[in-house]
């Protein structure tokens, strides 16, 4: 069962997560980019960024394209 989906502000991503699993996947080749251990995530106004967050309280940014995590907003 899918529980949310996101669509990247050019339109070239969706995002959708499942349980504590998050799918991004390229529109056009429909390719996954990545599978994140998350329960949401949402994409940045210009759709570089992917920030998530999971059961465990923690939250994530990743580069939508790479499906790297590069930091926490929550670090100081």
Known sequence: MVWSVALSPDGQ???STSG???RVLDVLSR???AVLERNTVSFSV???R???SCKDKT???WSAHMGEAIG???EG
């Open 72 to 74: 926490s907003p929550l």
């Open 13 to 15: 991503m969706i995002a």
């Open 50 to 52: 992917i920030i998530s």
């Open 59 to 61: 939250v994530r940014i």
């Open 20 to 22: 504590d699993t998050a």
């Open 31 to 33: 390719k996954m980019i």
């Open 46 to 48: 210009i759709g570089e």
